[in-house]
């Protein structure tokens, strides 16, 4: 069964710190990971696109990596910022299948 | 290009009447997704269109709902008749090269069923 996790499910810290959210994925087989911003009532705003040939994209504070032997992509936040607070999802694409984590809530206290 | 378009944003109806939720994908992408988001069970695939054939309906609750293609740049997605239970957002997402290129989303309708 192809799975998508993420860790952890719900993150707190205070504004400026640096963090990693995490997402694994079972099956190595894949075309794409992607990350994903949704505000409360919103819809899913794109923010990373790591193509399977890639390790790692850049923009802005973000960076997210991938490690398709492992299983494993990470979404790293620079000095976190109150407006990043969101629920951050990866989805891992593959030949016939696109599967969503079921995400991390992301909380950055003033 | 305006991004995935849906309509409704919002639509409230009762228990037995026909729902139609509409997309519209980016202009160029040959694939289509319609998604289901509710607290409980979070983000649900009910089908996925290519080249506006439908490849994988096995998340479609039931009966109740249908959805179709009929040309690049439309598809709807029916539930009739509409049950309480159906309440949820509905996304509809498009992307290129059959999958493999960038997912975007449209803003969801936000259905509720009384």
């Known amino acids: 069964k192809q799975e998508v996790t993420q860790i952890p499910a719900a993150l707190s810290v205070p504004e400026g710190e640096n963090l990693v959210l995490n997402c694994s994925f079972t099956?190595?087989?894949?075309?794409?990971l992607q990350w994903f911003r949704q505000d409360p009532g919103k819809g899913l705003t794109s923010l990373l696109l790591?193509?399977?040939?890639?390790r790692e994209q850049t923009s802005g504070r973000l960076n997210a990596s991938l490690d398709k032997s492992s299983g494993r992509s990470t979404l790293y936040i620079a000095a976190s910022q109150p407006g990043d607070s969101a629920t951050y999802l990866c989805?891992?694409?593959?030949?016939?299948?696109?599967?969503f984590g079921p995400g991390t809530s992301l909380s950055v206290i003033p | 290009d305006a991004g995935v378009i849906q309509s409704p944003r919002h639509e409230v109806t009762e228990m037995g009447q026909e729902v139609t939720l509409r997309c519209k994908p980016i202009s160029g992408h040959n694939s289509l997704f319609w998604y289901r988001q509710t607290m409980m069970r979070g983000l649900e695939l009910l089908i996925y269109f290519n080249n506006n054939v439908p490849i994988d309906d096995s998340g479609m609750p039931e009966d109740r709902f249908s959805a179709k293609m009929p040309n690049a740049s439309f598809s709807t997605l029916k539930i009739q008749p509409s049950e309480p239970r159906d309440s949820a957002v509905y996304f509809c997402a498009s992307t290129s090269s059959g999958g493999a290129g960038e997912l975007f989303f449209g803003e969801g309708s936000r259905l509720t069923v009384l």
């Open positions: 790591i193509q399977s040939s890639q």
């Open positions: 989805v891992k694409t593959s030949y016939d299948k696109v599967i």
């Open positions: 099956d190595s087989a894949i075309y794409n």
